[in-house]
């Protein structure tokens, strides 16, 4: 694009008014787009009266390529713009007049080593690109380089998949047990039938281990918990008493003993209701009613 700032002071005086920031409208500024194919152009800028009689503060015009919409237009453009150096820009070239199937057989040929004629160019002339799977310089021998798609991670390998570079390209392997072309877009990586038996086995197994682990957890802590309440009853209902007086008879034929609760079931065939002989408040009377133990 071709932009032209008028900064006339007359203008800057009597029309600042009809000025808008942001808009080259051609009140001050005033724009052009470049033709398609434009080779040459020649710009010059003239004032009236050959910029005589003027006043002091009244400044500069300029004309500039700038890239459509990287200019945006200020009133404070036509008081200064000395302080801008430069414009971005984008140039549109090409090489020769030849297209790509005239040129590429020529000795002038510029497209080097891994590189091809763009045949998507569309314009008089002709582009050299690097080719797929390669980046760098076209127009320079050697110096479109190799891309590493692996150590970008810019591929489409399954995760199952092992990445492997090439010239250009790189190429996916399915991992050990795995079988398939290894890509995401493909058939990726699909698990060999013994690798199934194999996951399914050992999940089995995990599975089964842990099960057993944790019931042999909840009987050790059932049975730490029946012990814990039955030395709590023990003590509710007076047996430490009970081991005491038992104690300080000495060897007396008369003294008591205190049975387990194992015992008393072996003795009475785990409380057979035929045993029962009478039942009192507190007591249950059966026909064992001592126990004989070596």
Not at 284 to 289: A, D, I, P, Q, V
């Amino acid at each position: 694009m071709i932009l032209i700032l008028v900064q006339d002071a007359f203008l800057h005086v009597v029309e600042t008014a009809f000025l808008t920031n942001g808009s080259c409208s051609g009140v001050g500024c005033c724009e052009v787009a470049v033709p398609e194919g434009l080779k040459a152009y020649n710009m010059s800028l003239r004032s009236f009266n050959n910029h005589e009689n003027i006043t002091d503060f009244n400044p500069c015009s300029y004309a500039f390529f700038v890239e459509e919409g990287k200019f945006n237009f200020s009133t404070t453009n036509l008081v200064d713009f000395r302080g801008v150096n430069s414009m971005p820009m984008i140039l549109d070239w090409a090489i020769g007049n030849l297209t790509c199937d005239e040129a590429k057989d020529t000795n002038s040929f510029l497209c080097k080593g891994n590189s091809e004629c763009d045949q998507d160019y569309g314009g008089p002339g002709y582009r050299c690109r690097c080719l797929k799977g390669f980046e760098g310089n076209p127009y320079v021998a050697e110096e479109c380089k190799n891309i590493n798609e692996c150590e970008r991670e810019n591929h489409d390998c399954d995760h199952d998949a092992q990445c492997d570079d090439t010239d250009g390209s790189y190429k996916c392997t399915c991992r050990k047990g795995y079988s398939g072309d290894g890509r995401k877009n493909g058939t990726g990586c699909t698990a060999d039938q013994s690798t199934i038996i194999k996951i399914v086995v050992g999940t089995s197994a995990s599975a089964i281990f842990l099960l057993i682990t944790i019931t042999w957890l909840y009987l050790v802590l059932k049975r730490r918990k029946l012990v814990m309440l039955r030395e709590k009853f023990f003590k509710q209902n007076g047996g430490i008493m009970l081991q005491q007086r038992i104690s300080g008879n000495g060897g007396s034929h008369d003294q008591a003993r205190v049975f387990t609760i194992e015992e008393l079931k072996r003795a009475t065939n785990n409380y057979d209701e035929s045993r029962i002989i009478g039942k009192g408040a507190m007591a249950l009377f059966t026909k064992e009613f001592f126990l004989i133990t070596e």
